[in-house]
Every structure is written in C-alpha cells, then in structure tokens.
C-alpha cells in the first residue's frame, strides 16, 4: 500500500463505549465542515490491525441488509436520497477491504474539510498502527473521550443486557454473576483508559490528539464543542438548542446495586492512576463517590 495520503484530513473518534460518543456524533453531523459517511462506525482500522474478521462479506452483508437496504414507497421517497443509499451499499460491498475500500467509503464528500469516523473499537489498536494511519492523512486527528469507570461500567452493563433481551438479569444476579460479567474481554476493554492514552501519547504527534471527559463535556456543552473545533481548526457552529438537550442510545432506567462499585474498587484507583501519570486532570466526579444515577 506504500505511503500514499489516501485519507486526505481525517477525523476519528475513539471514545469509550457508553461515553458520549453517540451524543458528539449526532450533534457533529450538523457541522458544515465534517462528512460523515452513511456508518457511525466503519471498524475498519480494528478489521486492519486488530481482528481481520470484523469486516468479513457476511458481516457487511447483515450489516447492508438490516441497516442500509430499508423499504422505501416509491410515491413519497426522494430518488437522490436512494440513489445515494444505494452507491453506499455498494462501496460497502466492495472487494477487497483495503486503505482504497475505506477511501471510497467517503466519496460523497463534497467541501467538507473531514472525513469523519467514530468507532469505540478504534480505542483498541495498538500503538505501532496510529504512526502507520497518520502517514496516510493529510492531516489526522483523533478525539478519546472517558467517562467515571464506575458509572461507565454500569452503563455498559445495563445497555448489552437491554440490547440481548436479558433485564431480568439486573434483578436477579448477585456480585458474582456481575462481576463475571463486566469483567468480560468484549466490556472491559473499554474501562482501560490508561492504555489508549499511552498508545495515542507513543503513537501520534501532541497536535494530533484531544482527550475529553463525559462529565466535562455536559457540563459546558457548547463551550467543550468549541474547544473540539479549535482543535480541529474549523469555524464554529451554532448547534440547536433542541439538538444538544437530546440524549441517544440511553440503557434502561434501573438503580445500581450497592455493591456493585466495590467489585471495581481497585481496578478504578489503578484506571485513574493512569490517568493522572498521563497528565490529565480527573473531573471531581470520578471521585465524589455519589450514587451513580439510574
């Protein structure tokens, strides 16, 4: 593939999973300044570097057919917006899943100054692969976000159980079957922060990357979004009211055990640790030891 800037000025966001990222997507598809392809989340520097599985034809197929192949009334649907719909599918669909794959996946871009891509999996890949990426941009930059590793965990817990029609789990486990649980590889993953900030600090320039906290980000909703776009270079926007009040992808209302933060106890001192030595400041929150909320 040699060295060639395939990817032009590329924006990618590495949050971890349940940490806001869902909420900067939808408030970011407004921007003038960024395209976002018909995916949220693309994966595909995890299929590069990670897992090669993940992008396999019968993964993209599911994907194409329950998400971007939808039924449409030919008396009311706009022929431009299927006609774009269907040049995805077939980007998607390509052969083979290579840098000029994913390039083409973009194409619809007009006279945005980024492609953008957010993908929690992204946060995986291993420090030697950031150089390799940033190499084939024109200008990179990558955005991580992290939430209190308590009320994350909670989250994540809640939203996979939601997801594969297990509620009656949050009533009914104990600490033991909680903990097997969050502990396993596909969750927990997402609570080490520590190690996706040293790959970020060894992989890419300081100019390349922006680290933002959940709590920060609700906070001062409108002054972090301008920090972000600082830190991208492009001009500010004036997001609605209506659209930063919204929430997206929320688990389901359901009060924390009691003991549930106690089974992380250790496992967060060391996280926010780590987070510290790489030189960020931790919102107070991560340490108020406040109920989480429902």
């Known amino acids: 593939m040699g060295n060639a800037r395939l990817f032009e000025n590329l924006f990618l966001s590495v949050g971890a999973m349940k940490a806001g990222t869902t909420w900067l997507y939808a408030v970011f598809a407004r921007h003038p300044a960024l395209h976002f392809a018909m995916e949220k989340e693309i994966h595909y520097f995890y299929h590069r570097y990670v897992n090669q599985d993940q992008l396999s034809e019968t993964y ?15 008396e009311k649907a706009n022929i431009d917006a299927v006609r774009a719909n269907l040049r995805w599918v077939s980007a998607y669909l390509e052969r083979p899943v290579d840098d000029y794959w994913y390039r083409n996946l973009f194409q619809m871009r007009d ?16 420090q030697e692969a950031w150089p390799q990426i940033a190499d084939r941009c024109d200008r990179l930059r990558v955005m991580y976000t992290m939430r209190d590793p308590v009320a994350r965990l909670w989250s994540h817990a809640k939203f996979h159980l939601q997801l594969t029609g297990h509620l009656d789990k949050l009533d009914s486990w104990g600490p033991d079957q909680f903990e097997e649980f969050v502990r396993r590889p596909h969750i927990w993953v997402n609570a080490e922060y520590g190690r996706v900030l040293r790959n970020l600090r060894k992989g890419l320039k300081p100019e390349m990357t922006k680290v933002m906290f959940y709590e920060n980000l609700h906070h001062d909703q409108r002054g972090t979004l301008r ?31 009691a003991f549930f933060a106690d089974l992380f106890k250790e496992d967060v001192a060391r996280i926010c640790g780590e987070v510290e030595a790489e030189g960020y400041k931790i919102p107070d929150q991560w340490y108020a030891g406040q109920p989480v909320p429902a």
């Open 111 to 126: 006279h945005q100054v980024y492609a953008c891509d957010f993908s929690n999996l992204h946060s995986q890949l291993p």
């Open 227 to 257: 920090e972000i776009e600082e830190f991208l270079g492009i001009p500010p926007f004036d997001y609605p009211e209506a659209l930063l009040a919204q929430r997206f992808t929320e688990s389901v209302s359901h009060r924390m055990p």
């Open 60 to 74: 993209r197929l599911r994907e194409a057919r329950h998400r971007y192949l939808h039924r449409f009334d030919p």
